[in-house]
Each structure stands twice: as C-alpha cells, then as structure tokens.
C-alpha cells in the first residue's frame, strides 16, 4: 500500500525539541525528495522543508531555518524533522509528504505537534 | 503573509463553473511551469488535483482544470459538485523552496 505514516508529535514546552518521523511504503522511496509542510489549526498551508533523494541537499523555510533539521535514512524508508527551540508559533499539524510530478503527489495523515507551557 | 495570492472565498451553485486564482511574481508562478493546485477537505490531508500548471494526476475527475497567465495561475472547477466543497491552495515549485497561497475555501451554494 502506497502511504507516509507521521509519529512523534505531543506536546512540548517552548525552547524545548521534538523530532517527528515519517515512514514511507508502497514506492521506492530512495528515488524521491521528501518534504515536511505544516498547517496551523485553522489557518492556511506552510512549507516547511524539502531534502533531496540522496539526502544530500536539504533547505527550509526561514521561519524554520536554523532551528530545524530534516534528514532521512533511505535503508529504513523514513525520514525526519528534528525541531529544535520551538516556539508557540511552531503549534501545527505536520504533514510529510512524497515529491513526485513535479509536485507533492503523496502526503501523510499528519501530526499535531502543540507548544505550550 | 502568503508568498502566493488567492481569493480567500469562491462560491457557486451546482452544475455552475467557478476559477480560483493564483498571484504570484516573475520570480516563481511567473517563472517555472511548476504549478501545482491541492484540495483539502476539513480535517483531512491535501489532495494534489493538477501540477504542471495543467496536468491531471490519475484519477482526478476532469472537471477540474489548470492554466497560467504571466504572474498569475488559474484552477476552474466545471460542473461544480457539493463534494468540491473544500479548501484550495495553489502552489509554486523551485528549486529550493515550495510556495504556497493562503487558500481559497470554495462553497457550494
């Protein structure tokens, strides 16, 4: 079965970490860049992350940059967000999601990540 | 702010056709062919409806259809349905970063 199943997101006090997962089947998942794409509740999409198929390259938003970490390990087809010093603003479903077309032509369930003291 | 511009609401009445648009600059909508639109419904993942500006992944009815204009894409949905009720988001790749517009929720009268 073709999906990306997210884990690890809760709730985390600010200036804390978080490091979410995303598990990819059904595709050979060593061919294609990954991305990570947030949504706050009720509010729009927000790119958060690409990496490339290799891992070689990654790039982020610059609401993220420096504080987050994607990487990946294609011999267990996951890859990861590692959030760091997080931030209220940072509270929102995180969808992974599969490159592809050109386009994110597959995405996860999501998980809620939510910051709070 | 949104890098990308959409109409906030769109709405119309059964069998009606309807365009959402996408205002972007030269930089991205304007530059690369890279346009993809997605449809979200409450409470579920996006749906990738059309990328490449205009192409259909399998599967997705024919009714909706893309184009691009200089700095500005367009989603029409024909033959509007209630379960087309949803959200729509346009976005633009490149190479090292992925846009999106704030949204569009489109209301089936």
């Known amino acids: 079965q073709v999906q990306l199943v997210e884990s690890g997101g809760g709730v985390v006090q600010p200036g804390r970490s978080l490091r979410l997962s995303c598990e990819a089947s059904?595709?050979?998942?060593?061919?294609?860049?990954m991305h990570w794409v947030r949504q706050a509740p009720g509010k729009g999409l927000e790119w958060v992350a690409v990496?490339?198929?290799?891992?070689?390259?990654?790039y982020y938003a610059d609401s993220v940059k420096g504080r987050f970490t994607i990487s990946r390990d294609n011999s267990k087809n996951t890859f990861f967000l590692q959030m760091n010093s997080l931030r209220t603003d940072d509270t929102a479903f995180y969808y992974c999601?599969?490159?592809?077309?050109?386009?994110?032509?597959?995405w996860g369930r999501g998980t809620l990540v939510t910051v709070s003291s | 702010q949104s890098a990308l511009t959409q109409p906030a609401s769109v709405s119309g009445s059964p069998g009606q056709s309807i365009t959402i648009s996408c205002s972007g600059s030269?930089?991205?909508?304007?530059?690369?062919?890279?346009v993809s639109w997605y449809q979200q419904h409450p409470g579920k993942a996006p749906k990738l409806m059309i990328y490449?500006?205009?192409k259909r992944p399998s599967g997705v009815s024919h009714r909706f259809s893309g184009s691009k204009s200089g700095n500005t894409a367009s989603l029409t949905i024909s033959g509007l349905q209630a379960e087309d009720e949803a959200d729509y988001y346009c976005?633009?790749?490149?190479?090292?970063?992925?846009?999106f517009g704030g949204g569009t929720k489109v209301t089936v009268l």
């Open positions: 999601a599969k490159e592809g077309l050109p386009a994110l032509d597959l």
């Open positions: 059904g595709f050979t998942f060593r061919n294609h860049g």
């Open positions: 990496i490339s198929y290799d891992g070689s390259n990654q």
């Open positions: 030269s930089s991205d909508i304007g530059y690369y062919d890279y």
């Open positions: 490449n500006v205009s």
């Open positions: 976005s633009s790749y490149t190479s090292s970063r992925t846009l």
